[in-house]
């Protein structure tokens, strides 16, 4: 089992910048990726960003792409989202994700989330 716990989070305006942090225990070593999605009031949970440990790479949603930076270690203790000029269409519940593989059989784990919002 693998537990997830985010820290970050609260009000900001249009333009602002917050960092989002998830920790990481348990498990850990079975972990392949680490991420994060978020949620908006009314719509589903989708991704905003991916990162593989063991070789650095990222994904990002193209509404995203520019201006968060999904960053973390081979420890894979921690993942962190760094959001800047935020608008109002990313207000919603942060949530962070990871996926590994546990004996055959692949697994997801998510943590509670966070809540974000932005004001116009």
């Known amino acids: 089992q693998v537990q997830l716990v985010e820290s970050g989070g609260g009000l900001v305006q249009a333009g602002g910048s917050l960092g989002l942090s998830c920790a990481a225990s348990?498990?850990?070593?079975?972990?392949?990726?680490l991420g994060w999605y978020r949620q908006a009031p009314g719509k589903q949970r989708e991704l905003v960003a991916t990162?593989?440990?063991?070789?650095?790479?990222?994904d990002y949603a193209d509404s995203v792409r520019g201006r968060f930076v999904i960053s973390g270690d081979n420890t894979k203790k921690a993942v962190h989202l760094q959001m800047n000029d935020l608008e109002p269409e990313d207000t919603g519940v942060y949530y962070c994700?990871?996926?590994?593989?546990?004996?055959?059989?692949?697994?997801?784990?998510w943590g509670e989330g966070t809540q974000v919002t932005v004001s116009s």
């Open positions: 994700h990871a996926e590994g593989v546990v004996g055959l059989y692949g697994a997801e784990y």
């Open positions: 348990g498990a850990i070593w079975t972990l392949g990726a």
């Open positions: 990162l593989v440990p063991s070789t650095g790479e990222t």
